[in-house]
């Protein structure tokens, strides 16, 4: 398995997909709204993700869900916070998901593990010079503009090869800006400037994107291109019941050996990879 480096030592030496568990600490999160804005609650929901075998703990303090506005940094951090401070003390790994240097900075000194940053790097100038500073994984997701016009920007001559080739750029910005190559991973940002059907060629030629030689993370999980896939009489289905779709991706993207997947029900992902794994094991 493909790891970025800089990742701590009990996951680098692991030779399956990881599962990366979202907790969002947000009142408007697309999948998960306002459940975990209380951040005790977060926290319970943190460690229950540990029960079930969770790999990288993911914490977000600003929604990115289609159509959202933007919150101040401050309250960002007060949002994430507390959540990683007291998630710092067990032995999970964690990573922040932020678009701005001055909240991966906070994130870092409370114990984070790495960064996520669904712009790649564009939405805040200071964020790539910070990440040079460091030596933790940096994951760099496929962004061409903020959440609240990001649906007017999809179009593509040929979405597979011109997302690829926009995460090359952006992946050489990093390099320039001093951050070595071997520490990023990529991942094509899956509804991010996509149209629900924009996303299935991707996930099918991600061959093309495995070409950079980068560890990819993907992120389906409950997504709205699977809510559609599954809709009944033009309704639909629901965030909470697209969980089987999702679990159908991981398996998936165990079988291709993609570096992690970010997911909100880790336990039936991490089963399902455990069968990939064990199947892998089998002569
Ligand atoms: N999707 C969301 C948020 N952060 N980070 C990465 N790296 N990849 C993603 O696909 C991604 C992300 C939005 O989904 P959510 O509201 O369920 O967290």
Same mark, same amino acid.
């Given at each position: 398995?493909?790891?970025?480096?800089?990742?701590? *030592?009990?996951?680098?030496?692991?030779?399956?997909?990881?599962?990366?568990?979202?907790?969002?600490?947000?009142? %408007?999160?697309?999948?998960? @709204?306002?459940?975990?804005?209380?951040?005790?609650?977060? /926290?319970?929901?943190?460690?229950?993700?540990?029960? %079930?075998?969770?790999?990288?703990? %993911?914490? @977000?303090?600003?929604?990115?869900?289609?159509?959202?506005?933007?919150?101040?940094?401050?309250?960002?951090?007060?949002?994430?916070?507390?959540?990683?401070?007291?998630?710092?003390?067990? +032995?999970?790994?964690?990573?922040?998901?932020?678009?701005?240097?001055?909240?991966?900075?906070?994130?870092?000194?409370?114990?984070?593990?790495?960064?996520?940053?669904?712009?790649? @790097?564009?939405? %805040?100038?200071?964020?790539?010079?910070?990440?040079?500073?460091?030596?933790?994984?940096?994951?760099?997701?496929?962004?061409?503009?903020?959440?609240?016009?990001? *649906?007017?920007?999809?179009?593509?001559?040929?979405?597979?090869? +011109?997302?690829?080739?926009? /995460?090359?750029?952006?992946?050489?910005?990093?390099?320039?800006?001093?951050?070595?190559?071997?520490?990023? #991973?990529?991942?094509?940002? /899956?509804?991010?400037?996509?149209?629900?059907?924009? *996303?299935?060629?991707?996930?099918?030629?991600?061959?093309?994107?495995?070409?950079?030689?980068?560890?990819?993370?993907? @992120? #389906?999980?409950?997504?709205?291109?699977?809510?559609?896939?599954?809709?009944?009489?033009?309704?639909?289905?629901?965030?909470?019941?697209?969980?089987?779709?999702?679990? #159908?991706?991981?398996?998936?993207?165990?079988?291709?050996?993609?570096?992690?997947?970010?997911?909100?029900?880790?336990?039936?992902?991490?089963?399902?990879?455990?069968?990939?794994?064990?199947?892998?094991?089998?002569?």
């Amino acid at each position: 398995m493909l790891h970025p480096s800089g990742l701590p *030592n009990q996951i680098s030496s692991l030779d399956r997909t990881l599962v990366m568990g979202v907790i969002n600490v947000t009142p %408007d999160s697309f999948s998960d @709204g306002g459940l975990f804005l209380d951040s005790k609650v977060a /926290i319970a929901h943190a460690k229950q993700m540990l029960l %079930d075998g969770v790999d990288i703990i %993911d914490i @977000g303090g600003e929604s990115t869900r289609p159509g959202s506005e933007r919150i101040s940094a401050q309250e960002e951090i007060d949002r994430v916070l507390p959540v990683i401070s007291e998630m710092a003390k067990t +032995d999970a790994i964690l990573s922040i998901d932020t678009m701005r240097a001055e909240v991966a900075k906070a994130a870092m000194s409370a114990g984070a593990h790495m960064i996520n940053d669904v712009s790649g @790097g564009k939405a %805040d100038p200071e964020m790539l010079v910070y990440v040079a500073q460091l030596t933790a994984p940096y994951i760099l997701m496929h962004w061409r503009g903020p959440s609240n016009i990001m *649906n007017t920007l999809t179009n593509y001559d040929d979405v597979v090869r +011109d997302v690829t080739m926009e /995460i090359s750029a952006q992946v050489e910005v990093a390099v320039a800006a001093g951050i070595s190559r071997d520490r990023i #991973a990529i991942d094509p940002g /899956i509804g991010f400037a996509k149209t629900v059907e924009q *996303n299935w060629p991707i996930l099918k030629h991600l061959d093309i994107l495995d070409e950079l030689g980068l560890p990819i993370l993907m @992120g #389906a999980s409950r997504k709205k291109f699977l809510g559609e896939l599954l809709a009944k009489n033009g309704e639909a289905r629901v965030m909470e019941e697209r969980e089987s779709a999702t679990t #159908a991706i991981s398996t998936l993207m165990a079988l291709r050996q993609t570096w992690a997947v970010r997911v909100h029900d880790v336990k039936a992902t991490r089963d399902a990879i455990a069968v990939v794994d064990r199947l892998a094991q089998t002569r």
